[in-house]
T-cell receptor, first 112, second 112 residues
């Protein structure tokens, strides 16, 4: 079974731009969660989607948004990028309940 | 709300020595507990999980953890570490019906 795939692996963007990150979960997994990882804050939960509906949301500004498609693939979007958005963004998929999360390798976003 | 505290941000250990990485959680309900490992430039990989049953949980790479409900702890142990265990380790908690909450991580440094 293929694992969780995140694209792209690396991104460099300029302040004020927007970015879209993609995540393909493990086949059959309906839950996709997104996390932001930074050296100072560790792993912070962004949001979780289940069957195309946002089921949970973390404490991030509205510039961070996401969606999930009918095939469970998910995208997250960050608008009006700030320097502080530089981070490793991790996607994780789960079969249904949060009993285990399978992570992708992440997308490293650098905002300059 | 649930939370996870990893008491040590960094732990240096000599090769072939034993190690314990500490994790405490808080929750008003029953929880599921996890340890994940992150190697450089990689996503997170599940080491082990406690869902129910025996409080001593064995995982991959020779790691084990003990669930202690009275002390609300889930410490990770390995009797003899190897240089390849150099990584960051994350303790996590979930109620099973929504998001997984992660601790801030413990960097394990193996000294030759």
């Amino acid at each position: 079974k293929a694992g969780v795939t995140q694209t792209p692996r690396y991104l460099i963007k300029t302040r004020g731009q927007q970015v879209t990150l993609s995540c393909s979960p493990i086949s059959g997994h309906r839950s996709v969660s997104w996390y932001q990882q930074t050296p100072g804050q560790g792993l912070q939960f962004l949001f979780e989607y289940f069957s195309e509906t946002q089921r949970n949301k973390g404490n991030f500004p509205g510039r961070f948004s996401g969606r999930q498609f009918s095939n469970s693939r998910s995208e997250m979007n960050v608008s009006t990028l700030e320097l502080g958005d530089s981070a490793l963004y991790l996607c994780a998929s789960s079969p249904e309940r949060a009993l285990e999360a399978f992570f992708g390798q992440g997308t490293r976003l650098t905002v300059v | 709300a649930q939370s996870v505290t990893q008491l040590d941000s960094q732990v240096p250990v000599f090769e072939e020595a034993p190690v314990e990485l500490r994790c405490n959680y808080s929750s008003s309900v029953s929880v599921y507990l996890f340890w994940y490992v992150q190697y450089p430039n990689q996503g997170l990989q599940l080491l082990l999980k406690y869902l129910s049953g025996s409080t001593l949980v064995k995982g991959i790479n020779g790691f084990e953890a003990e669930f202690n409900k009275s002390q609300t702890s889930f410490h990770l142990r390995k009797p003899s570490v190897h240089i390849s265990d150099t990584a960051e380790y994350f303790c996590a908690v979930s109620k099973g019906d929504d998001k997984i909450i992660f601790g801030k991580g413990t960097r394990l440094h193996i000294l030759p």
